[in-house]
T-cell receptor, first 117, second 111 residues
Framework: DGGITQSPKYLFRKEGQNVTLSCEQN?????MYWYRQDPGQGLRLIYY???????QKGDIAEGYSVSREKKESFPLTVTSAQKNPTAFYLC????????FGTGDGYTFGSGTRLTVV | KQEVTQIPAALSVPEGENLVLNCSFT??????LQWFRQDPGKGLTSLLL?????REQTSGRLNASLDKSSGRSTLYIAASQPGDSATYLC??????????FGKGTTLSVSS
């Protein structure tokens, strides 16, 4: 079955450490997205990518970095510059350029819960 | 800046009731609108997508509509069941933006 796989499901980060969250899709979608969800909050956009080797900052990109070397993969690195990284991270994808109102809607992965220890 | 408001924030109903969840956008120029369901600790499951040329979508007991003149959407759930208990999220996008989300409505259906 096609879908989006996020790993790991749970991740613990020590102070000053960089960690990378994995997101892989086999839906042949062009666009991929990273969102952050805090308790009682809506999802906030971190980064998005419409094509390979191109990505744009979302509303809360500070302290995060991404790469898009393959169409299927869009890993997110939470750097030590992110002072409050504890949150639920969700990856999504969409066919075509979903940013511009086309496509079949967004498909989400099951999320990674990151905790600072 | 586009903002999305969902009302009510929480809702408790007995099984069998019909209910309406509301969503509104500060800027009514919405292209796609999508309703999602989220169970505790899980990812988002897409329920209904209203594309730019559409005004309404139906799937089983669910019906979503979008009034583009006002920027308001409603999700209608018929004959609610305990399995419908979850958080429902509304999201929409405009030209040049990714989906923007509301904070959700948490629904509890008692048997």
């Amino acid at each position: 079955d096609g879908g989006i796989t996020q790993s790991p499901k749970y991740l613990f980060r020590k102070e000053g450490q960089n960690v990378t969250l994995s997101c892989e899709q086999n839906l042949n979608h062009d666009a991929m997205y990273w969102y952050r969800q805090d308790p009682g909050q809506g999802l906030r956009l971190i980064y998005y990518s419409q094509i390979v080797n191109d990505f744009q900052k979302g509303d809360i990109a500070e302290g995060y970095s991404v790469s898009r070397e393959k169409k299927e993969s869009f890993p997110l690195t939470v750097t030590s510059a992110q002072k409050n990284p504890t949150a639920f991270y969700l990856c999504a994808s969409s066919m075509g350029s979903g940013v511009f109102g086309t496509g079949d809607g967004y498909t989400f992965g099951s999320g990674t819960r990151l905790t600072v220890v | 800046k586009q903002e999305v408001t969902q009302i009510p924030a929480a809702l408790s109903v007995p099984e069998g009731e019909n209910l309406v969840l509301n969503c509104s956008f500060t800027d009514s120029a919405i292209y796609n609108l999508q309703w999602f369901r989220q169970d505790p600790g899980k990812g988002l499951t897409s329920l209904l997508l209203i594309q730019s040329s559409q005004r309404e979508q139906t799937s089983g007991r669910l019906n979503a509509s979008l009034d583009k003149s006002s920027g308001r959407s409603t999700l209608y759930i018929a004959a609610s069941q305990p399995g419908d208990s979850a958080t429902y999220l509304c999201a929409g996008n405009q030209a040049g933006t990714a989906l923007i989300f509301g904070k959700g409505t948490t629904l509890s259906v008692s048997s």
